[in-house]
């Protein structure tokens, strides 16, 4: 490997994408793409030194590269921890961006797209699954982020990887801020848990019960309360304090997940002034209303 390669001095940015069959990885590379990366797919794991060889030499113009590598790569996929060592060995530093999703979501969309699993070419779906996150433990345990996109349309995806990369010079672990309604189910991913249902709701008001909590009006209504401005207040001073530490713990993403019942007002007001106070620390931060769109149908 070429001692002068650029990669060698950091100034060369690989993120390889991996994870589940039918979690995203599609969506994933587009938002790279979008973001001028070289990207990719499907790339047999020994290669990703040559790829980073390549890419880091003088005059190539490259400076980001986005390589997709996963079980599609059939008996090469074995290859993914000597090539992760020798990529180490030959200083080019990598990030390794994985993606997954619950069994129930990824079988929906394989009936979705009437795709085959790689692994399950022609026997049952779960089975595939079942394998896929078998072979795929150990690497899982090397991403510098896991992204669980059971609930994510692809225009979450691709702007939680937009947050992620285009961070420039921002601060501490990616921040994922997930609004949702308790009656529907705690986040599976959260690190930490935030009830704001001891807030007045809007729901019990005739005029603001139809408005999502992305409203003007709404969040008015919302921040008018001197509890809802002080818990924001503890929160963010909470924050300030609590990030630097998963900082300095070597964390690289951090899911807070704040509910109230319907995950459609009170939720979603606070993780938007949440999310604007950890812009203004120049952190990076995504926010998911998990449950505004499903309280919206129900209501129709």
Request: proline content about 6%.
């Amino acid at each position: 490997m070429g001692a002068g390669a650029r990669g060698a001095d950091g100034s060369l940015r690989l993120v390889i994408v991996t994870g589940l069959s039918g979690a995203g990885k599609t969506q994933a590379v587009r938002a790279f793409e979008d973001l001028d990366f070289f990207c990719v797919d499907n790339l047999p794991p020994s290669l990703l030194p040559r790829i980073a060889e390549l890419c880091a030499a003088p005059g190539t113009g490259i400076a980001r590269v986005a390589v997709v590598v996963d079980v599609r790569g059939r008996a090469f996929f074995d290859d993914a921890l000597s090539a992760l060592a020798e990529l180490e060995r030959a200083g080019y530093p990598y990030q390794v961006l994985f993606l997954e999703a619950s069994d129930e979501a990824l079988l929906a969309r394989f009936k979705e797209t009437r795709r085959p699993h790689p692994l399950a070419p022609e026997g049952r779906l779960v089975e595939g699954i079942r394998l896929e996150r078998r072979r795929l433990e150990p690497l899982r345990g090397r991403a510098t982020w896991i992204l669980d996109t059971s609930e994510f349309r692809p225009r979450d995806l691709r702007a939680h990887v937009r947050e992620l990369f285009e961070a420039g010079d921002r601060q501490g672990p990616f921040v994922s801020i997930v609004t949702f309604g308790f009656k529907h189910g705690l986040p599976r991913d959260a690190d930490l848990v935030f009830d704001v249902r001891f807030l007045p709701n809007p729901h019990y008001v005739p005029s603001l019960r139809p408005l999502g909590g992305e409203d003007a009006r709404v969040e008015e209504y919302v921040l008018k309360w001197p509890a809802a401005r002080e818990f924001i207040d503890h929160l963010e001073r909470f924050l300030d304090f609590l990030l630097p530490l998963y900082e300095a713990e070597g964390r690289a993403q951090v899911t807070i997940a704040i509910g109230c019942t319907g995950g459609r007002h009170r939720s979603v007001v606070i993780g938007n002034a949440l999310a604007e106070h950890l812009r203004r620390s120049r952190r990076a931060v995504a926010v998911e209303h998990r449950d505004s769109d499903r309280e919206a149908a129900l209501e129709a």
